[in-house]
């Protein structure tokens, strides 16, 4: 569950760590800081919330997607993460191709 709706309708402690846990996730990936731990632990929260909450198990599905699709790319060149780590990139050598005999 999204992290403000989970904090108006918060009824418990455990609904209400769900919402801070999440807006906590939330901030954290949208800032860039330790984007795959937070990715990574968002995709669980969201998997958790969607066996223990039945109502939106597509809204759960689509929230870890994201999670873990975040993770799995890691910081942009805009992210804190990149200005602490430096931006990584991967470079690809251009090699030349053999040439065919001739016929």
């Known amino acids: 569950m999204p992290a403000i709706p989970a904090l108006m309708h918060a009824n418990g402690v ?11 996730l939330g901030l954290l990936v949208l800032g860039g800081l330790w984007t ?5 632990f968002a995709a669980a ?3 958790i919330h969607g066996f223990a909450h039945t109502t939106d198990a597509r809204l759960a599905v689509l929230l870890s ?3 873990l699709a975040l993770a799995l790319l890691g910081p942009g060149g805009w992210s804190i993460d990149a200005r602490l780590f430096g931006w990584k990139q991967i470079e690809i050598p251009n ?3 053999p040439t065919a005999p001739p016929f």
Do not use: F, H, Q, Y
């Open 95 to 97: 090699r030349k191709l």
């Open 45 to 47: 929260v969201a998997l």
């Open 36 to 40: 795959p731990i937070a990715g990574g």
């Open 65 to 67: 997607t994201i999670g």
């Open 14 to 24: 455990a609904s209400t760590l769900d919402g801070v846990l999440s807006g906590v």
